[in-house]
Nanobody
């Protein structure tokens, strides 16, 4: 499966952005999906994950209550709604897919990765 993340940009602290991850193929609903991010000079960290149906989600503590992951299996697209953004949310955001379709925040469990989209939050 090929993944294409988009929606990044420059936003002021307290603002919102919505990231999208478009996927190729007809088997999107088989995959669990995740969002990860890598800040400048730091390692990649998990952000959020969703199972194949969208019924189960997981979030890193740093984004709970501010970010919402969702998916539209009819459109083969994953989303990340980011509200109340903070400067520390500045990073390149990556989407990833894995089979089987259970949600997990463990990076090593993901099989497919998209290119990143840059989110910059100014103070």
């Amino acid at each position: 499966v090929q993944l294409q993340a988009s929606g990044g940009g420059l936003v002021q602290a307290g603002g919102s952005l919505r990231l999208s991850c478009a996927t190729s193929g007809r088997t999107f609903s088989r995959y669990a999906m995740g969002w990860f991010r890598q800040a400048p000079g730091k390692g990649r960290e998990s952000v959020s994950a969703v199972n194949w149906s969208g019924s189960t989600t997981s979030y890193a503590d740093s984004v709970k209550g501010r970010f919402t992951i969702s998916r539209d299996n009819a459109k083969n697209t994953l989303y990340l709604q980011m509200n109340s953004l903070k400067p520390e949310d500045t990073a390149v955001y990556y989407c990833a897919a894995r089979v089987p379709g259970s949600a997990t925040l463990y990076e090593y469990e993901y099989d497919y990765w998209g290119q990143g989209t840059l989110v910059t939050v100014s103070s």
